[in-house]
């Protein structure tokens, strides 16, 4: 769940804003482990008749029947069928046909009516996007509507949460308003952004059509008419403001109660309301959405955004003729089709509308396979968050912990000699001031860096207070686990630099601080621009594979624009939701230079020429899954010679529910996570314009293109046969590479013709995990393996095993061993976690052996997650002899335990104290700094209880730094308990899920 930090009072012109994720609830049947979903009181009823952008004029059994008149025919409404590649909702045609499904929907409510016994009005009903009315039934008369002639489908309504000035700059849009390379500067006039949200604060300057808001600009309203709620007095619409509408069950005229609406909107279009301070598309107009309400019943913390509101909302884009949404909405990862999915098929039909739909991609980063609803579907545009030159992702080294990851605030740059190996004070020490809300003593922290816990007042406050007590630096630690860290905005007038470090890393040095152990620390900072925000939701795709995603990314990170409540308010947020409008203004300007362009096209430009190579994380290259195609240049779109078509029936045709394949699509990005040795791929791409093209390929992995060079004129196409060879030496990571489409004008541009750009096609693939085979019995399975590795991650192979319940499986303890047999024996390093399911009689452990040719003592750390109070025991056996080196007490949550001690074997082992069971986990590390040959030797066990009413009853982690044979044995021995768990079954995979061997195929 997101929370938003306000200044004090509202008439500040400067708020203080945190916003990096509104978990976002689909309500559809519940997820085994997601959150139950949220629901609303309307009912949304689909009526069997195509909606005017799907009616093919093929449906017999429409043609001359219908409340239209004996002997109506209808024309095809669907722009395909007609190859429009923009949707006139005036057109006659369209027209005739809407009007017939306004009838037939009259006749519907009607009907249902009398089936249920009372008269009934629509709350809302749309005829292009889809064929459906809003009512406001009860449970039981929507399964009495269920059953009526004409009901395709009847749901209830969903309800979805909102996501959270020189993001345009860096995004190439002042590049573009300014104009060269024989390119017109535009700044997005004649356009007309939709923004689906909150709601507008119609009173800002960034949405005035005032002169002196504009920068003497005169707008003019390209619709003719002021729309919506304009209509009314009090909703002071503009030639600028072109249109309000709210379709909420809380209207409030469309007014943003919540912000977040009108910081979305500013980023995409406002007005420079303040000096070098404008949106993407400073000249473009406005038609806000609102479709959320500012509280959402069950959580007072949460905007709630209205499934309902949504598709009106989305039909009322069509009928208003806009050149882009903007839908900074979403929800958290799930399993779901797209194909399925009521409002993500909308989508499409938008799309065939000739509409471009951008939406944000999640806020559930850096966690793989994360990003959110409706973006993983492959015909919408998913716009993950980077840092400009604030809010970025960096480390500190502190002294007896070593490196940590932080999340630098928006005020001055931490870098220089004056911040390293400073000591560091603790803000609890000084009248228990740890939240820094107060005032400080004087010099309470000269020559010292301040360590704060976030809460009860602004960054900005915390930060002025360290400074006056003589800070060099301030640390804050996050008052919550999720997300872990955050961008503190708000800090611009601050003096000295400051960072965000999460909860357990905070407390871990507020501990070490409090002991009396002088602590030091150095800030590293590298790039600031670029990184990937560490909220940002990453790929893969989840349910649609073979599909780049996020698209794209933009700045998202501490981005300044418009507020609430007045004319003047400014706020730092963070989120994808603040990506996504630099990308929807972006696209304004596209269409203002051609406005031919389909959302295929303009899509299509903005991947392909998007800069990867300066987008990182933590100083290391981003891959596609980070990244998507790169950081949008719209500068650099605006000159591309060439696009990736697509059509609405390829998209439906590539459902894997019926044998599609999402990754043969026709889209930029080639994804393929089982490459093996080598795998293809083929695209077709279709020339802008007249020109030629040669062929290459660059990146980690091999590529070859057949043709390596072509010739098109504008409007021809040509197919690539693209082959791709993953490189040997970096085990199953994610390859990057890219098939780059080099013009050749590059260097020597044509007098008076826009100079073409290369172009890029982004490439994602993984080798092969390993290798292996399973035996054993049934009760104790058996496997061998070889893994392959990477020598480019800091533990080079990573690998998981994980015990499954089998046929016929029964509770009772077991035990899982892992043993290298390779040459390398000492090559088990770095430390392993196991973790499953405990009761008080049947705990869970692991064993492991610690290693080190000098026979000097080790450092192991312990780190228990129970979600029960229980006893963890560090033994060290040898000979038969047990000998306990720690017992100790836990509560529930997270405890650290660490132990200097001499080679040998050890088991480590966790027991709750509660009879009913728990899950839990232990990480066991060791450090050998300075130790060589050091670490984790010969192999590794677990166990715990297995429990077959779980999918998975426990699971073990290690680490081997170079390629190695392993042995595998699941045991259900009564060696592990008077009571053996039988029919275990067991699986091994690597860092990235690939499955290497598995006992149950």
Sequence with gaps: MLHTLKAPTASMRYLSVLICLLALILALPALADGPEPRYGNRWIVKLVDAPTLEFTGTNLALQGAGSAGAGAFFEATAPAMRGETRFDVEAPHVQAYAQFLQDRQADFLADAGRALGRALAADGAFHHVANGLVLSITAAEAERLRTLPGVAQVFREELFHLELAKGPRLIGARALNDGGNQLPGVKGEGMVVGVIDSGINWDHRAFSANTADSGGYVFQNPRGQQLGLCSRADVPCNNKLIGVFDFTDDSTRGQDTDGHGTHVAAIAVANEWAPGQAGVAPRANLISYRVCVEQDPDDPDAGTCQGAAMVQAIEQAIIDRVDVVNFSIGSPPRTWSPWTDTIARLVLNLRDAGITF?????????????????????????????????????????????????????????????????????????????????????????????????????????????????????????????????????????????????????????????????????????????????????????????????????PGAGIQAAFIPGAQDVAGLSGTSMASPHVAGAIALLRQLNPGMSPAMITSVLETTAESAPVTIGGAPANVFDRGAGRIRVDLAARAGLYLGQSRAG???????????????????????????????????????????????????????????????????????????????????????????????????????????????????????????????????????????????????????????????????????????????????????????????????????????????????????????????????????????????????????????????????????????????????????????????????????????????????????????????????????????????????????????????
């Design 358 to 554: 951008v939406t944000s991609g999640g806020n559930s980063g850096p966690d793989p396979s994360t990003v959110s609803w409706p973006a993983e579907a492959p015909w919408v545009f998913a716009v993950g968050a980077s840092t400009t030159e604030s809010c970025a992702d960096g480390q500190i080294q502190i002294q007896n912990l070593g490196s940590r990851a932080v999340t630098y605030g928006s005020g001055p740059n931490a870098s220089g000699p004056d911040l390293n190996n400073v000591l560091v004070r603790r803000g609890g020490d000084f009248d228990g001031n740890f939240l820094g809300c107060q005032s400080f003593p004087a010099g309470a922290f000269d020559n010292a860096v301040a360590l704060l816990e976030r809460g009860q007042c602004t960054f900005e406050t915390k930060v002025n207070n360290a400074a006056a007590a003589g800070a060099r630096a301030v640390l804050v630690f996050n008052n919550e686990n999720n997300p872990p860290r955050l961008c503190m905005a708000g800090l611009d007038n601050t003096t000295i630099p400051s960072a965000m470090l999460s909860r357990t890393h905070g407390l871990e040095l507020n501990g070490l601080v409090n002991s009396g152990a002088p602590q030091r620390v150095t800030f590293i900072r590298d790039n600031l621009a670029d990184q990937v925000a560490g909220f940002s939701s990453r790929g893969p795709s989840a349910n649609v594979a073979g599909v780049m995603k996020p698209n794209v990314v933009a």
């Design 651 to 1001: 998209f439906l045709a590539a459902n894997p529910a019926n044998g599609g394949d999402p990754g043969s699509l026709n889209l930029p990005g080639l994804i393929n996570e089982n490459c093996g040795n080598s795998c293809t791929f083929t695209r077709t791409v279709t020339a802008l314009r007249a020109g030629s093209w040669t062929v290459s390929g660059e990146g980690q992995a091999g590529v070859s293109v057949s043709p390596s060079s072509f010739s098109l004129q504008a409007g021809e196409s040509q197919t690539l046969q693209i082959s791709v060879t993953p490189a040997g030496n970096v085990g199953t990571s994610l390859q990057r590479g890219a098939v780059v489409l080099t013009p050749p004008n590059v260097s020597a541009p044509v007098p008076g013709q826009v100079p073409l750009v290369p172009q890029r096609l982004p490439i994602g693939v993984r080798g092969s995990a390993g290798s292996g085979s399973v035996g054993g019995t049934a009760d104790e399975p058996t496997g061998q393996a070889s893994l392959n590795v990477d020598p480019a991650q800091s533990c080079p192979g990573f690998f998981v095993l994980r015990t499954h319940p089998g046929e016929n499986s029964q509770p009772g303890r077991f035990g899982a061993e892992i043993l290298l047999t390779g040459e390398a024996r000492r090559t088990l390093q770095g430390g392993l976690n196991f973790g499953g399911r405990a009761t008080a009689d049947i705990g869970g452990f692991s064993a492991f052996s610690i290693a080190n040719r000098t026979g000097e003592d080790q450092i192991v750390e312990l780190t228990l997650e129970a979600g029960a109070p229980g006893r963890m025991r560090l033994e060290r056996r040898s000979g038969g002899e047990r000998v306990t080196i720690r017992d100790v007490a836990v509560p529930g949550g997270q405890t650290r335990v660490t132990e200097t001690v001499p080679p040998g074997f050890y088991v480590v082992s966790f027991n709750p104290t509660r009879s009913d069971s728990t899950n839990f986990s232990v990480a066991a590390l060791t450090r050998f700094t300075d130790r060589p040959g050091g670490g984790f030797q010969g192999g590794a066990v677990f166990g715990g209880y297995h429990d077959p009413t779980r999918s998975t009853t426990g699971f073990a982690g290690f680490c081997i730094a170079e390629p190695q044979d392993v042995e595998i044995s699941v045991l259900s021995s009564p060696t592990y308990g008077s009571s053996a768990a039988r029919g275990l079954e067991f699986s091994l995979s690597d860092r990235d899920g690939i499955v290497v061997i598995d006992s149950r195929d």
